[in-house]
């Protein structure tokens, strides 16, 4: 865990305490935030990295809400603190219901908070379940890229899973630059696999789409292989399906077996939080007793502290870290902020003076 803020209170102590105005941000304003700035969130989304890699983040364990009455569903608190040049606090509150498909509603739904570090006030709450998928897209597509140089660019994406994350990297995928030859889709639901193949076909993309029944012929068939399920446990259990060396984008971390990620180099996020809660990473450890499958973080890659071979498949596992959703809900709202166009709900706080 990174705990960053070391020194840094003096600052937020001398600071005048003032009570900063509360805005709502809806989220038809944080898609129209972050609508076409696919390479800017990107670019956002390896400094949040960079801060944590140097220990300028406090990002403490996320806190799971389970229901002994609907095991499948949960709500997952993450708490986190941004240093920087632009510090910030806040949590991001997300539900995952993914009975919710059955009706076409999606499954997760989420608000961020962001809290002022001098006053610990918030000063914003917004919708995050696009911002919750624009930091993971945007996670995705910067490892796609950092854990591809060196071999030959993919020129074939899988997508094992096509809900909405799966769509949301797609877009960020193609917005940051990413050209594809085919883009082959697997999914247990027949009618998910048509739609996402009717989504990239209305993109504007050019490539040609293969929707596949056999999830190995997804798989020995894509450079890129993106797993977007709602898998609660490994499904995937034969490493000479990557024979090929595939770069694969982990982003559900339950996918895999330890199988599978002992005969690949395995890059994470953070190597705390990835090896709990039963991911994939957690049962690898758990088998073998020890961490050594595990080669480094993205940032490890990003700052050349660790080289990716191109010899064996290489997977990125992410937790998801609340610092993203920090870093991309601040660049909301001081979008907003800039265009005027954020709105206060000015008798949010009552009591604004210590002694009335």
């Not at 944590?52 to 608190?77: C, E, K, Q, Y």
């Not at 911002?131 to 591809?148: K, N």
Request: overall charge negative; proline content about 7%; hydrophobic content about 40%.
């Amino acid at each position: 865990m990174n705990t960053d803020h070391a020194g840094a209170s003096a600052p937020y102590a001398t600071a005048q305490a003032v009570v900063p105005p509360f805005a709502v941000i809806s989220g038809r304003q944080v898609g129209h935030a972050l609508e076409g700035r696919e390479k800017e969130i990107v670019e956002v989304v390896e400094a949040a990295y960079r801060l944590h890699g140097a220990g300028r983040t406090v990002n403490p364990p996320s806190s799971f809400l389970r229901f002994p009455d609907r095991p499948a569903s949960r709500m997952i608190a993450l708490p986190a603190s941004l240093g920087g040049d632009s510090p910030v606090d806040g949590m991001k509150w997300i539900s995952s219901f993914p009975g919710n498909v059955m009706s076409g509603v999606p499954r997760a739904s989420a608000v961020l908070i962001l809290n002022d570090p001098v006053t610990g006030y918030p000063f914003a709450c917004m919708e995050s379940s696009i911002i919750s998928a624009t930091r993971t897209a945007a996670s995705a597509a910067s490892a796609a890229d950092r854990l591809s140089r060196g071999r030959p660019r993919p020129a074939r994406v899988g997508f094992f899973g096509t809900g909405l994350i799966a769509r949301y990297i797609h877009t960020f995928l193609e917005g940051s630059g990413w050209t594809f030859d085919d883009v082959g889709v697997h999914d247990l639901s027949p009618g998910s696999a048509a739609g996402f193949r009717v989504y990239v076909e209305q993109s504007g993309s050019a490539a040609a789409v293969t929707v596949h029944n056999d999830p190995e012929e997804l798989i020995r068939t894509s450079d890129l292989v993106v797993f977007a399920t709602v898998a609660g446990q490994p499904h995937v259990d034969e490493p000479e399906w990557f024979a090929h060396n595939p770069v694969v984008l982990h982003i559900s971390l339950r996918d895999l077996s330890p199988r599978v990620l002992l005969t690949a180099t395995n890059i994470v996020d953070d190597i705390e939080h990835c090896l709990r809660a039963s991911t994939s990473p957690h049962l690898t450890e758990q088998l073998t007793g020890g961490r050594d499958f595990v080669h480094g973080t993205l940032d490890d890659v990003m700052a050349g502290r660790v080289t990716v071979p191109g010899d064996r498949p290489v997977v990125f596992s992410p937790f998801g870290l609340g610092v993203l959703d920090l870093a991309v809900g601040s660049f909301v709202h001081d979008r907003i902020s800039r265009a005027g166009e954020l709105r206060f709900v000015d008798d949010f706080f009552h009591e604004r003076s210590r002694y009335g």
